[in-house]
T-cell receptor, first 113, second 111 residues
Framework: KAGVTQTPRYLIKTRGQQVTLSCSPISGHRSVSWYQQTPGQGLQFLFEYFSETQRNKGNFPGRFSGRQFSNSRSEMNVSTLELGDSALYLCASGHGNRGEKLFFGSGTQLSVL | DQQVKQNSPSLSVQEGRISILNCDYTNSMFDYFLWYKKYPAEGPTFLIS?????DKNEDGRFTVFLNKSAKHLSLHIVPSQPGDSAVYFCAASAGNNDMRFGAGTRLTVKP
């Protein structure tokens, strides 16, 4: 069974640009969560989608948005990039059950210059 | 809002000894707690979990302890092995998949 796939693996953008990251969950998983990892801050929760609906949201500005398609694949978009958006963006999938373990992809390393 | 805190950014132990990683949380609604391990260039992988109805859960060399009154949990690794060297994240969930993570503790196990 294939794991969680995130594309692209690396991305370099400049300030003011926008970026779209993609995540394909494990087959059968309907929940996709997104996290931002920066040194010293750990994994900061962005949002979670379940059956195409955003079910939970973290404390990030509106520049960060996402969506989920009917096949459970998810995309995350960041508009008007800032230097501080440079981070590893991780996607995780699950069945969407209470307290279940999540399966993570390897992440997309975004560098904003 | 750092609802899950890992106050030790790093820990170094000798091979064969016990590793104890600590985690504190502030949200009393959390009822599931998980530990993940992360190697460089990889996503975190699930290690062990515990629900709030228990105070201990074991899986081989790994044991997680939960103290609800102190809002504290810990992960014990006995005996520690060099392959355990990684960053360990504590995570907590208050219901559906709104899972919050700590900042991580880098464990180094020296041969």
């Amino acid at each position: 069974k294939a794991g969680v796939t995130q594309t692209p693996r690396y991305l370099i953008k400049t300030r003011g640009q926008q970026v779209t990251l993609s995540c394909s969950p494990i087959s059968g998983h309907r929940s996709v969560s997104w996290y931002q990892q920066t040194p010293g801050q750990g994994l900061q929760f962005l949002f979670e989608y379940f059956s195409e609906t955003q079910r939970n949201k973290g404390n990030f500005p509106g520049r960060f948005s996402g969506r989920q398609f009917s096949n459970s694949r998810s995309e995350m978009n960041v508009s008007t990039l800032e230097l501080g958006d440079s981070a590893l963006y991780l996607c995780a999938s699950g069945h969407g059950n209470r307290g279940e373990k999540l399966f993570f992809g390897s992440g997309t390393q975004l560098s904003v210059l | 809002d750092q609802q899950v805190k890992q106050n030790s950014p790093s820990l170094s132990v000798q091979e064969g000894r016990i590793s104890i990683l600590n985690c504190d949380y502030t949200n009393s609604m959390f009822d599931y707690f998980l530990w993940y391990k992360k190697y460089p260039a990889e996503g975190p992988t699930f290690l062990i979990s515990i629900s709030s109805i228990k105070d201990k859960n074991e899986d081989g060399r790994f044991t997680v302890f939960l103290n609800k009154s102190a809002k504290h949990l810990s992960l014990h690794i006995v005996p520690s092995q060099p392959g355990d060297s990684a960053v360990y994240f504590c995570a907590a969930s208050a219901g559906n998949n709104d899972m919050r993570f700590g900042a991580g503790t880098r464990l180094t196990v020296k041969p």
